[in-house]
Nanobody
């Protein structure tokens, strides 16, 4: 079992940057692939990025490629999402999640954080 807590959300102007963090409890963090998702009211939860157990492989949805970077520090049990060149359409609640599988669908992730709000003003 792993518990996840996100932080780092907030209000930023378009073109700005934010860095989200997700701290995991437990000693099995490095055994999980980690992902970031986002959700806006009335829409389904959307895949944003994922990272392999050792951090050497990363995956992104097309709309964030070149702007967002996912990374992890297994010694600190933390996964990050660096978000640059933010756009108003990036506004959402961002969630981190953990899975044993190579996956981009929310249903394949077993553990979720509570979410952190990101608001990008135009």
């Amino acid at each position: 079992q792993v518990q996840l807590v996100e932080s780092g959300g907030g209000l930023v102007q378009a073109g700005g940057s934010l860095r989200l963090s997700c701290a995991a409890s437990g000693r099995t963090f490095s055994s999980y692939r980690m992902g970031w998702f986002r959700q806006t009211p009335g829409k389904e939860r959307e895949f944003v990025a994922a990272i392999s157990r050792n951090g050497q492989s990363t995956y992104y949805t097309d709309s964030v490629k070149g702007r967002f970077t996912i990374s992890r520090d297994n010694a600190k049990n933390t996964v990050y999402l660096q978000m640059n060149s933010l756009k108003p359409e990036d506004t959402a609640v961002y969630y981190c999640a953990a899975t044993y599988n190579r996956a981009t669908m929310p249903r394949d992730y077993n553990h979720w954080g509570q979410g952190t709000q990101v608001t990008v003003s135009s």
